[in-house]
């Protein structure tokens, strides 16, 4: 996807994708995990977890990877 959009990738822009590549994998399959926790406690605690907390966490770890973007690109790191 971000050779479609920003074309050939610069050797400090690629690093940077399999960064971020990295960060969400592993931050997702870290929530997977956790959330198949949840199913084997309480159905409150799985309600919370997967309807508030969860969503909570996916958009809070947007923030911060969008805000970093943002940051090394002004800096011209990226």
């Known amino acids: 996807i971000a050779r479609k959009i920003e074309g050939n990738l610069t050797p400090k822009l690629l690093i940077y994708t399999k960064n971020v590549t990295i960060f969400w994998c592993v931050f997702l399959f870290v929530n997977f995990l956790i ?9 409150k ?3 919370v977890y997967n309807g508030l907390i969860s969503y909570i966490l996916v958009g809070c770890a947007f923030i911060l990877e969008f805000g970093v973007r943002i940051f090394l690109r002004k800096k011209r790191k990226i």
């Open 35 to 43: 959330s198949l926790t949840t199913v084997f406690l309480s159905n």
């Open 45 to 47: 605690i799985w309600a």
